[in-house]
């Protein structure tokens, strides 16, 4: 079972079921998109183009064998989710009334795919959180070696 196309996806939605003579929508997809797979089994398509520009942790578009086939991620949807807004050209998600569990899991992703707008946003609000969660902030910093917010904690 997968999820829908994302909303910024609307437009070419009627090529992935449509019979286009000149253009699969299977192939338009396969071609522009790369799908990933939660641990919970939700699909996203992302545009292989904002992901290269906007990370450099995801392997080149072009090394991903058949992008018809998801690629399994080890991150529950609601992080990546979450980790795929920061690759849209769109305003960010808010994230201070984030959970501390999730905004930590979200914050290894960022740097595990090293999606660089969402790291320093991160950083940012696990700073905003160093009164109510210190443990949780100190090891997120210590394990990225974050010294300032080490320091701060």
């Known amino acids: 079972m997968s999820n829908p196309l994302p909303p910024h996806l609307d437009d070419i939605a009627e090529l992935q079921n449509g019979d286009d003579s ?28 904002e992901l290269a520009s906007s990370s450099g942790g995801f392997p080149p578009a072009e090394f991903v064998s058949d992008t018809r086939d998801p690629i399994d991620l080890p991150e529950k949807a609601v992080v990546l989710d979450l980790l795929f807004s920061f690759t849209r050209p769109q305003r960010y998600p808010d994230l201070h009334a984030l959970e501390i569990e999730i905004l930590e899991e979200f914050g290894d992703a960022a740097e595990k795919y090293e999606v660089y707008a969402a790291i320093i946003t991160c950083k ?30």
């Open 22 to 49: 000149n253009t699969s929508g299977d192939y338009y997809l396969s071609r522009h998109y790369v799908v990933f797979q939660s641990t919970d089994n939700v699909k996203f398509h992302v545009y292989k183009k």
């Open 124 to 153: 940012t609000v696990m700073r905003m959180n160093t009164s109510l969660h210190p443990l949780r902030v100190f090891k997120y910093a210590a394990k990225y070696e974050y010294q300032d917010l080490v320091d701060l904690v």
